[in-house]
């Protein structure tokens, strides 16, 4: 798919192909350009309802932060994970149970999901780029839909928690986290410049673990449940689905947990006595085969769970985790159950999905960022009006959600999106389907993951392969096997065929809060967020 862009450096190039699809309205403009330019490829589609009859659908637009495959309907975790919320929109909707994060961090996902462009096209590889100052022209997935009519509202985390990656042009209302009762996150004013510092819980660490640095803490907060940031969030959204809104909307709420600090009400540790925390399995030599790349990933944040489990605290962290998941769950439930009650149940997209996994032990580590099955595989559920219920298990990723949203609601998809419409899957999840996901994290390392393996190179050239028919862990790296030397083949011809240069890092930037701008420190140029989209260059 990169091949569309090819002068993927300097972004100009980019900028230009993406000028002249998102500096116009979506409109006959935009799907010329689609079908002109577009490579079809056995699972990409154009947009297939123009009908204009078809009733303008709202979306609701739900995220959750760092959860990985341990939720009920998709099994992941060894034990009992308690998410009847999210297990009752799978079994109203499309469940997707071979999906995947665009990239296993934060913003790097993010940004791809809300732009629709991998990092490998955009160059925002980590945290640490803005996504507006380096690409003043494109539309994101909000402020596409605000272009196109609709009311858009958010609060919580839908781009990365920290300062200037909420612009005010891409929302007629949006609700930050305040981070009030999360005291790591007030010591950056340039990250959170509307908190105020403030002191650590009373008792921190929470975890009464010794050791550990920056979010990494659990535990119950002295305060009401109402108070959690989270709460708040859902508070907001179901606020809004009680209002009358006189045309269509998009309501995106996005939930912090259950990413780190795990602090959230004891009556979610309660639902998980220690005694019956299962631990990941691991394999003792699973790291023999793995090449020098994998073995630094996987060694990055371990130090916290060797914390961890010296302090005999191993079992007491996935507690945590579990109750994170359980308390986001249970705020969907308050969104889920307030859209039901409203006038536009029948009406409303409900998209639900997570910017990547976790490892809680499994390959020896500790956090995201790797490109195995534990940091990659998400929740992804689709309930959209008209569609029946499914289960699918074809290899998606989130990279799909922005056309597939265009799609659902009718309207062209631009060519430069770069995965496929995921309708035909939902208007029956056995439909053919011949393209994997791919999953990429920093600059040059991918993995491609079809219905059966999952192939990884490095930017070094080194590779892993793992077949999940016969090892759904991934502890034996097949990739030095003769055998596997053509599924290897066949899969790489989806790796990026070109990486962009990293884009400028936050460091090249003078950022003010007040005005929304950035000021290029090189160039001097100066970008708003403020703008709106249609004055937008
Ligand atoms: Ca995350």
Redesign the pocket.
């Known amino acids: 798919m990169t091949a569309m862009f090819p002068s993927l450096h300097p972004h100009l190039g980019l900028r230009a192909c993406l000028l002249l699809a998102f500096g116009v309205p979506w409109n006959a403009e935009a799907k010329k350009c689609h079908a002109a330019t577009t490579e079809q490829t056995a699972n990409t589609v154009t947009a297939s309802s123009e009908d204009a009859s078809q009733p303008t659908s709202n979306v609701l637009f739900l995220a959750v932060?760092?959860m990985k495959d341990w939720v009920g309907c998709l099994g992941g975790y060894e034990g009992q994970v308690l998410t009847p919320n999210i297990d009752r929109l799978a079994k109203h909707g499309t469940l997707f149970r071979n999906a995947h994060c665009p990239s296993p961090?934060?913003a790097p996902?993010r940004a791809a999901i809300l732009t629709g462009l991998r990092p490998s096209t955009t160059g925002l590889y980590d945290n640490g780029h803005w996504l507006l100052p380096n690409y003043p022209e494109v539309v994101t997935l909000p402020g596409h839909f605000r272009t196109a009519g609709y009311e858009v509202a958010g609060a919580g985390k839908i781009f990365h928690h920290t300062a200037g990656n909420h612009p005010p042009n891409q929302w007629d209302d949006f609700h930050p986290i305040l981070f009030r009762n999360d005291p790591w996150f007030r010591g950056s004013k340039k990250n959170y410049p509307w908190s105020k510092s403030g002191p650590q819980p009373d008792g921190f660490p929470l975890s009464q673990v010794i050791g550990l640095g920056h979010e990494n803490d659990w535990g119950s907060l002295n305060i009401e449940a109402a108070e959690y940031d989270d709460a708040r969030s859902t508070q907001y959204a179901t606020d809004f689905l009680q209002a009358e809104h006189d045309q269509p909307f998009f309501l995106a709420c996005g939930l912090f947990r259950p990413?780190l600090p795990w602090y959230v009400p004891q009556e979610f540790f309660d639902l998980y006595p220690l005694n019956e925390i299962q631990l990941p399995p691991t394999l003792a030599d699973d790291l023999e085969d793995l090449p020098a790349e994998a073995l630094r990933l996987a060694r990055d944040r371990r130090d916290d769970w060797q914390a961890i489990k010296s302090q005999k605290k191993w079992k007491q962290a996935i507690q945590a985790y579990l109750a994170s998941i359980s308390y986001a769950d249970r705020q969907l439930g308050r969104v889920l159950s307030a859209l039901k009650a409203s006038p536009y149940a029948a009406n409303t997209i409900v998209i639900l999905w997570s910017?990547?996994g976790w490892h809680l032990g499994s390959k020896g580590h500790w956090h995201?960022s790797t490109l195995w099955e534990e940091a990659t595989r998400v929740p992804l559920i689709i309930d959209a009006p008209g569609m029946k219920p499914g289960v699918c298990d074809a290899p998606v990723s989130l990279i799909s959600i922005f056309p597939t949203l265009l799609d659902l609601c009718g309207q062209p998809i631009p060519a430069q999106l770069e995965g496929p419409t995921l309708v035909p899957l939902l208007k029956d999840p056995q439909t053919p389907w011949s393209e994997p996901a791919v999953i990429e994290f920093r600059r040059g390392n991918a993995a491609v993951r079809d219905a059966r393996y999952r192939f990884i190179r490095y930017s070094d050239g080194s590779e892993e392969l793992y077949d999940h028919t016969t090892d759904p862990a991934e502890w034996h790296n097949l990739a030095d096997r003769a055998e596997a030397q053509p599924t290897k083949k066949r899969l790489s011809r989806w790796l990026p065929k070109k990486w962009a240069d990293a884009a400028a890092t936050k460091s090249q930037f003078d950022f003010d809060p007040e005005t929304f701008q950035w000021t290029n420190r090189i160039t001097g140029t100066v970008t708003s967020g403020t703008d709106t989209p249609e004055t937008n260059p």
């Open positions: 932060d760092d961090k934060c996902s990413h910017d990547h995201k």
